[in-house]
């Protein structure tokens, strides 16, 4: 995977608890799902991703960290087979860049959140000088554009701020 960003960094800044109730949406083959399901140890890791060879990646690691709580689940793009309402947070990392209609997918994210539920969206940063790796610029949505989106849902932004050289974060709750 190209540079990434440190998953404690991003476990630090949502209010993540032990027996939450978790998504990671457009999870790849599990750089964040494996970290969050340690830490909601009590709680359940929903694992999403539209390749199932992402998820057999997931199922991999979870089975090497013998963690019981992490369900994978196959999705279409903006379609997520969950019920309303069923999340107490979601982290949306590296995936809006490449949904051909990101703010449906947003909606469709917050549909699963509870009231008072939280979601981290990570996307790469647009910087010019940052443009060695990661999408292409032109594929690359501001942090501005992602703010308006989820307000746009009702989603009140918490926070927002560099995660790393290359990424930023923002934080909502519904």
Not at 76 to 98: M, Q, R
Not at 130 to 145: C, E, F, T, Y
């Amino acid at each position: 995977m190209e540079e990434v960003f440190d998953p404690i960094s991003l476990i630090s800044l949502v209010p993540i608890h032990k027996d939450q109730a978790l998504g990671d949406i457009g999870c790849g083959p599990g750089f964040l799902s494996i970290p969050l399901a340690k830490y909601a140890y009590d709680g359940r890791l929903y694992a999403v991703d539209v390749q199932e060879e992402m998820l057999e990646y997931v199922r991999k690691g979870a089975e090497r960290a013998r963690l019981s709580n992490v369900e994978t689940v196959v999705s279409k793009e903006n379609t997520i087979p969950l019920e309303d309402g069923l999340l107490d947070g979601a982290v949306v990392a590296n995936t809006l860049h490449e949904a051909t209609k990101p703010s449906s997918l947003l909606k469709e994210v917050s549909r699963l959140l509870k009231k008072g539920g939280w979601l981290a969206v990570v996307e790469w940063s647009p910087s010019e000088e940052l443009q060695l790796v990661g999408p292409a610029a032109k594929n690359r949505i501001p942090a501005d554009q992602v703010i308006e989106w989820a307000t746009g849902l009702g989603l009140r932004r918490l926070m927002n701020r560099q995660l790393s050289i290359h990424h930023y974060i923002v934080v909502f709750r519904k």
